[in-house]
């Protein structure tokens, strides 16, 4: 079962700032307010190819509940580890080439992968209708979920007890969360609750790249920086208390 969400927006900046933005979005809850759920992030690689002058960066993050809540109710402990407060690791690559004017990402979460992958690419890109007089960007999002989840419990039963399993399904029974849904149903349900949590995630990060770029508009990059460097140093002075 695949379950995807595309969504268009523009940003009322230039391509470089939006660039900027999207690359100190995660720096500071000071600086974005929506980033709070952003425990740390790392940069694991970055470099400019020499050829195609095109920077190349991989960064990992680790966000507080990546699964929706609906989803982490309705799973047994035996799956999610059982634990009230969840955190994921998600990989983020991305390149940027400035001359010809786009930026392509691509974030996927790496924890809960059996239970639920989502795969969010966004591509920034300058508008064909470009003026210097309305400098703008556009970004296309498409989110993909999967959930291999039902698959996994159909394997873990076993021929005979699927075979039981459905034939119980079939007759009505109610077994459980999961024999009433079936293997098609608990994977349905559960890229149906994550694409909503997501599709209201997403309308929170524009928020927060707005902010970002406003605060890049008002007070400068000088400033941001600084914030940026100040959220490093208390970061690094909890780790070693």
Not at 44 to 63: A, F, M, N, Q, W
Not at 109 to 123: A, D, F, H, M, P
Not at 229 to 235: H, I, Q, S, T
Request: aromatic share 6%; net charge positive.
């Amino acid at each position: 079962m695949v379950l995807t969400h595309t969504t268009n927006h523009s940003y009322s900046h230039p391509f470089p700032a939006v660039t900027l933005a999207y690359f100190l979005r995660y720096c500071s809850p000071h600086l974005n307010p929506f980033a709070s759920h952003v425990i740390s992030s790392d940069t694991l690689s970055c470099y400019v190819d020499p050829e195609t002058g095109r920077l190349h960066t991989t960064r990992i993050h680790l966000k507080k509940s990546r699964l929706p809540p609906a989803v982490m109710k309705l799973l047994p402990a035996s799956l999610t580890g059982g634990a009230a407060d969840k955190a994921s690791y998600i990989l983020e690559t991305s390149v940027v080439d400035m001359r010809e004017g786009w930026l392509a990402s691509e974030s996927r979460n790496l924890n809960y992968v059996g239970i639920l992958s989502v795969v969010e690419r966004q591509l920034y890109t300058v508008p064909k209708t470009f003026s210097a007089s309305t400098e703008s960007t556009d970004v296309e999002t498409k989110v993909v979920f999967r959930s291999r989840l039902g698959e996994r419990i159909r394997d873990r039963l076993g021929q005979v007890q699927a075979q039981a399993h459905a034939e119980a399904e079939a007759a009505g029974s109610a077994g459980g969360w999961f024999a009433r849904l079936g293997a098609k149903g608990i994977q349905r349900s559960i890229e149906s609750l994550a694409s909503t949590k997501t599709l209201d995630q997403l309308g929170k990060s524009r928020e927060g790249m707005r902010i970002v770029l406003e605060r890049l508009r008002q007070t400068g990059i000088n400033r941001v920086l600084e914030l940026r460097k100040m959220a490093r140093e208390r970061a690094f002075d909890g780790a070693a208390a």
